[in-house]
């Protein structure tokens, strides 16, 4: 199980949490404009986009590591 520190950086909570800030102010205030809707969603998008792609190099580099550990460089 992970630990709970953990848990509160997770993406998934982070987007949770700021969709239900947007979606509370949306509703008290009808009146603020979708343009600034639209940029928070837009930049917790690009945020999590932009740590999945750093996640999934972090993966490739270990599995290329990996690889290289069991087969050598050159072949004789």
Do not use: H
């Not at 950086?9 to 979708?34: F, H, N, Q, W």
């Not at 639209?38 to 750093?54: F, K, P, R, S, T």
């Not at 993966?59 to 690889?67: H, I, M, V, Y």
């Amino acid at each position: 199980m992970r630990p709970f520190v953990e848990r509160l950086k997770s993406r998934k909570l982070i987007m949770a949490l700021v969709a239900a800030a947007v979606a509370g102010t949306k509703m008290y205030y009808p009146d603020l404009p979708e343009d600034a809707v639209y940029a928070i969603v837009g930049a917790c998008m690009g945020y999590v986009a932009v740590e999945g792609a750093v996640d999934a190099v972090g993966q490739l580099a270990k599995w290329l590591a990996e690889k290289n550990k069991t087969e050598p460089l050159v072949k004789k």
